[in-house]
Structures are given as C-alpha cells and as structure tokens.
C-alpha cells in the first residue's frame, strides 16, 4: 500500500518556519500585509479567501479583504488595483478568481503589480519561471514541489507526467520541473484533453500529477507499480450519506490507485493546505523584498 | 525515404506574403522599421546580423544596425536601447546574443519594450505565450510552428518529444505546442541533458524535435518508424575536404534517420530560413500594431 503524502502536516512545518520570519519582519517594523480582493458572493471564493486570510493571521500575516459587489466595473475594480499597487503598507495582492463574466480576467492580473503578484499569475512572473529568474512562482506548483522535496521524492531524472495543462497548475508546473535545478532537472510530458491513448502516457511516470479537474479520472491500472501519485483534483460530487449532500474527491481514484503507488496525496489534506502555506510563503517574499528588510 | 521538408521555400513562400504586407503598410505611411543592436565583432554574431538585415531589405523593411563596441559599458546600451523604445519610427528591436560577460543578458533583454520586442524574450511576451494571450512569439518556435503546418503536418493529439530546454526554443515550443489551439494540441514531452533512456522517449515521439545543440546526436535508430523530424540544429564540425575547414550539421545523423523518418528537415535548409522569416513577421506585425495600421 502507497504510503499517504500529508499535505497537512508538511503545510504545518513549512508555516512554522514562517511564522520565524514573520517575527523577524515585524522586529524591523514591517508587517507583512496580504490584500485579497473579492467580487461578488460566490460560496466557493467566499469559502477560499476566508481560508487564506485565517492562514495568514494565525502567521501574525496582516490581512485585509476587499469586497466588491458582482456588479463592479472593471474601470472601479482596475482603480482598487492600482491604489493597493501604489499602498507601500500592502506587499501582496491577491485577485480571487474566477471574475464575474463582464470584467476582463486577464486585463485584472496584468494591472497588479509583479513585486505584489504573490498569485505568481502576471505575465512578467510566468515569464521569468520561464527563464529560471527569481519570481513568485504560482502557489500549487510551488506546493507540489516542495511536497515532494520535503518527502524526500527525487525528481531529478525522473519522468514526471503531468495530466492537465491550465494555467495555474498544469503549465507552470511542467515549466518548473523541467529546469536545470534543485528540485526539478525531470523528463516532462504533459498530458490533457487532446491526448491520444492517455493510459500509454501515465504508465510511464515515475511521478503522475493529475490536474485536469475531473473526478476519479486516474484509477489503479493507468499507474505505474512504484509510482508517485500527487492529486491535484477538488470536485465535488454527489453523496447523499453526507450532511452538505455532497463530498470533496480528487482526480485520482483512492482505492484502486493507492495499491499501485509508492506514495500518494489524499484529497483533501493533500495538496490544498500547501497552496496555502505557499501563499503565505509569497506573501512574506513580497513584504521581505518591498520593504528590503 | 522521408520526405524533406524544404525551409527555405517554405520561408519564401511566407516572405512573399509579407511583402504585400510592407507595401501595404507603406501606403499607410509607415515604414516598417527593424534596429538591430550588435554588441562587439563576434564573427558568427556579425553573419546572422547581416543575414537579418538583408532579408529585412529584400521585404523593403527598413533595417538598420547599431555597432557598438565590446566593452560598451551596460549603462550605455540601456540608454540605447531606451532610445529606441522612444523612437515611433523603430518597431522591431533586435539585441544580438550572446551579449559580453560582463552585460546581464536579462537585464537587457528586460529593457526592451514588450511591444517591440520582435524576438519575443522578454518575459512579458514569454508570460502571454503560456496563457494563449496575442503577443510575439519566439521566431525559432514559430518558424516550426509555420513549417508543420504549411507541410500539413497536423500536430493535434500527436505526441510531440523535444529533446532540448533552451529559453530560446525547446521551452517556448514546448508551451505552444501544448496550447488548445489550431496548429498544437500536442501531448509533449521535454527531453534534455538529465533525462534518463533518452532513446525511450524519442522512439515514442509521432513528431521529434532535436534542438539539443551537439551533432549528430539523434540517430536512426532513436526514431519511430514513419515520424517527422525536425532538426533544429546549427553546430560546427571539423571538415578538412571543405575550404572552410568546417561544415553546419544538425543534431539529428541526416542518413539514418532520413531512414526511418516520414519526413525530415535538412540542415541547412530547413529550420534556419524559418527563423529569419518569422523575424520579417514579428517585424511586420509589430509595424502594424505601433502604427495601428
């Protein structure tokens, strides 16, 4: 049986070292400071950015949200922006997406501010990943590879198969994994909805990340004995034994998989507390690098 | 035998089109103009100037170089180029790499405006590639691009294997390929110098891109039978039978492989005209969108 990678635990550590730094930040009078900005009520953003602003002040992180009615302008919503870009007290900016339909998503994060970008979303940053320059790499890419680094899962060498290609995991993931570097130097494929004959590609990883966003799509016979399994799926799906009427599964089915691999992500517990802790971690960069303490 | 895929008419069927743009551009008044900055007498750098340049004259792009010396100080070629990002008259702005070691390179290449940025490397553009957002596109990635599709190459759920990372082409091609788009779609796979059975993954390639830079290292026998071949590279071999002492081969054994391969790219002769051509293009679109013509 797969040993269970836990997200949880490795978050905790990783927010430990943080809370340190914090400290250290607020002894030379900066107060690290993360602005999340939120348009509309929809219960899953409202859900996410409460988690991320809990994270932070139990870091001493200051954190304030911005709530903004659906009907916002893009010209209203693009002015915040900028004000937050032009506040010396507010070093990470944070968009929660997705936006409603009438606003530009793109036009958003392109008006943040790259030193702020603790998203890892604007051009420049996702540029200069590219490159191997020092960024805000994106938070679950980011997560994913300090999990495995903290899980003592070489990657170097390794064929890393990546199903899904979005912008906020699959592609900058293979990016990362790809360079010349501590941590990543693996054999990149990536993987999603155009592939042909998907099962011939996953039975090669040594390492399989699913993140295409459907549910139980990567079961036990489209894994490699002795693989490595990170599940970067949350759907939900119907459960009428539960309370909500419904539970929260990844894109990798559980059972049948956790026989095959060497290692696994649970969902939840895995992935998701370290795209937090990676925000945070951002969020301290930014104050680090802005305030130049 | 595999068929050869003939950059050079392939180039001079896309210059063609080009041309009627330039005139048409012309008759609005704006002339498209591309500078290319030449830091120092590096013999290799000066051949591709001038390649550049005369191709640019050919389309009735008007194309101008800046010598400057090799110990120019960085202070001094960021306020050339900062110039020339004022300049409504330049629209394309080339800087030759490699740059002296005692210049940053990104640092440079950072300072060119995006929107002028003809080679596409600055990370803004890099960043707008991997979100399918319109912007340059790197002249080497986009010249294959063009290649496969003129062929009739279809890339769409092909597997493509690059075998090489670079910032300049494996990377970027990568990020193309992969897009949900006319022309990619591709399930692609990232090779390099820390991947382990390197003939495992080029023999399951549909499509094999060899932009590694050493000679010769793709043979025959590391191709699946009936794939297409694209060799991007450009290395130097001691030749005692040529006058000049050396030959320009690719990365792939031209022999072997032409073999194997269903189609295949000579070299020189095939990626290398496509570079310079899609330079013209970015030069042309450039013009077109500054001039908002």
Redesign the interface.
């Known amino acids: 049986m797969a040993a269970i990678i836990d997200g949880r635990q490795i978050a905790e550590e990783i927010k430990l070292d943080l809370k340190k730094d914090v400290e250290q930040l607020r002894n030379l009078n900066c107060v690290p400071n993360l602005v999340v900005v939120l348009v509309g009520k929809d219960p899953a953003s409202q859900i996410y950015v409460r988690m991320k602003t809990k994270a932070a002040l139990a870091l001493r992180i200051s954190s304030e949200t911005i709530d903004l009615p659906t009907d916002v302008t893009q010209e209203q919503l693009l002015k915040t922006i900028d004000s937050l870009n032009k506040d010396n007290n507010v070093h990470g900016i944070l968009v929660q997406l997705p936006l409603p339909a009438h606003i530009d998503e793109?036009a958003v994060i392109n008006s943040i501010a790259p030193a702020k970008d603790v998203d890892g979303f604007?051009?420049?940053?996702?540029?200069?990943l590219?490159?191997g320059?020092d960024t805000f790499l994106p938070c679950t890419p980011l997560g994913i590879q300090q999990m495995l680094a903290r899980s003592e899962i070489d990657t170097?060498?390794?064929?890393v198969v990546i199903v899904g290609?979005s912008?906020i995991v699959g592609?900058?993931l293979?990016?990362m994994l790809?360079?010349?570097q501590a941590g990543a130097?693996?054999?990149?494929?990536?993987?999603?909805?155009?592939?042909?004959g998907l099962d011939n590609?996953t039975k090669n990883a040594d390492i399989l990340i699913a993140a295409a966003g459907r549910a139980g799509m990567i079961a036990g016979p489209m894994i490699k004995e002795g693989a490595v399994v990170i599940d970067v799926g949350v759907n939900r799906v119907d459960d009428p034994s539960s309370d909500k009427g419904y539970r929260i599964v990844g894109d990798v089915e559980f059972e049948s998989a956790s026989i095959v691999a060497s290692a696994i992500t649970p969902v939840p517990g895995g992935v998701g507390p370290m795209t937090i802790a990676m925000l945070m971690f951002n969020t301290v960069k930014a104050a680090r690098q802005l305030s130049q303490a």
Chains 1, 2 share one sequence.
Not at 156 to 159: D, L, Q, R
Not at 185 to 194: K, L, M, Q, S, Y
Request: one cysteine or more; charged letters at 20%.
């Open positions: 793109k604007h051009p420049v940053n996702r540029g200069k590219q490159t320059e170097n060498g390794k064929h290609r912008n592609l900058p293979a990016t790809v360079q010349k130097n693996a054999t990149v494929t990536v993987c999603h909805t155009g592939t042909v590609h």
